[in-house]
């Protein structure tokens, strides 16, 4: 279905828990509680994809809090990669609990997986997830990352990109010369905690690349590639991609305020306790929830979850209002809305 700027919304992000095994300070405050609210149950995050499938929506990435925290999430991907017209099921995580769910992803076809990783940095690590020493870290994280590529998933690192964490730009983009992984580096977005954090700029992280790799070049959506080479590195996001001849994967910008790409924005959020959300920076949405628990008949149900997406598609903004701090509503933090 296309909003009211004609753009085609065809894409879902589903956080399905705000809580998680980490505590990255942009994202979730330490003293935050979590898992306190409503969260809608898996059946009726699968009565709203089915129900929405026919207005074109047909790609979901689901999201958290870290989804692997939650049990029973594997088998949810599972379920929705067997509904007929889902195109798409990828998902995000910060890949500390991968290794336990890889090969069941791998089995029923996961399209991809995105793992966060900001910093190569053991110390670093630390002080921005705030996980104790002992609990797992990079090396987890990169055994997770490794694991993957060799298991011919679809694989991106996604790093957020902060000022503290600037030299590890290089050191996080030379991981796709060895790897067919697409290592994107994510604007801060001036949510919550994030606020208060000090960004680095894209066009920076870009400059250092294209010291490091100056053959480094846009890559276009249409392009074909060698073989040995990942076919495309798009999904269904944002992200640009670049690609040098030093590199077997890709390298993407993801830029939400320098440069913000609402122009081709396709996107809705469903938090994990069901508010529908049409724009990551405004408080604008449509609450799932009565509706889902409202006990509508079958077919009443679904047409009025079709509705409510209709209405909030339609209240999508042109444009996000992250150069404006003021205009920023949304109070909720990364992990409660699923980043
Ligand atoms: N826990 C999972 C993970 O870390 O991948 C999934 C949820 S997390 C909210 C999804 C993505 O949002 C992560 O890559 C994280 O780095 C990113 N993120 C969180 N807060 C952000 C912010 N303020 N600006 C930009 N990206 C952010
Ligand atoms: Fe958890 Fe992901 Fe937020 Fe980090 S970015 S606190 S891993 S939800």
Redesign the pocket.
């Known amino acids: 279905m296309k909003d009211s700027y004609g753009r085609e919304i065809n894409y879902l992000r589903i ?1 399905v828990t705000d809580r ?1 095994n ?1 505590r ?1 300070r ?3 405050p330490l003293e935050k509680t979590e898992g306190t609210g409503p969260v809608l149950s898996f059946e009726e995050l699968l009565t709203v994809v089915r129900a929405v499938l026919p207005m074109g929506i047909t790609r979901f990435k689901i ?5 692997l925290v939650r049990q029973g999430t594997v088998d949810f991907l599972s379920e929705l990669k067997r509904i007929p017209g889902v195109e798409r099921v990828t998902l ?4 500390l609990l991968l290794h336990r769910d890889l090969e069941k992803l791998r089995s029923i076809g996961i399209d991809g997986i ?3 990783l ?1 910093t190569l940095n053991e110390q670093q690590y630390r002080r921005l997830t705030g996980i104790p020493e002992g609990k797992g870290g990079v090396s987890a994280v990169l055994d997770a990352v490794r694991a993957s590529v060799s298991f011919g998933i679809s694989t991106r690192l ?3 990109l902060l000022e503290e964490t600037k030299d590890q730009i290089l050191k996080l983009a030379s991981l796709a010369e060895d790897l067919p992984l697409s290592v994107r580096l ?9 606020a208060f ?1 000090r960004s680095f700029s894209p066009k920076k992280a870009l400059a250092l690349l294209r010291e490091q790799y100056p053959d480094l070049s846009p890559v276009s959506r249409e392009a074909i590639f060698e073989e040995g080479r990942r076919k495309s590195p798009y999904g269904n996001g944002p992200a640009e991609y670049y690609a040098s001849e030093s590199l077997k994967g890709f390298i993407g910008m993801i830029r ?1 305020v320098e440069e913000p790409f609402c122009e081709s924005c396709n996107r809705l959020r469903l938090t994990s306790g069901g508010q529908l959300k049409a724009c990551l920076c405004y408080d604008i949405g449509i609450d799932l929830l009565p509706i889902l628990r409202s006990g509508k008949a079958e077919g009443v149900l679904e047409k009025e979850i079709r509705e409510a997406f209709r209405s909030a598609i339609w209240k999508k903004p042109w444009e996000n209002c992250f150069q404006r701090a003021d205009d920023v509503t949304e109070k909720r ?3 409660e ?3």
């Open positions: 956080s998680c980490l990255c942009y994202c979730m999201t958290g809090g870290e989804p995000t995580t910060n890949g995105n793992i966060s900001d996604n790093a957020v994510i604007e801060l977005m001036p949510l919550g905690p994030a954090e939400a933090t990364m992990n809305i699923g980043g």
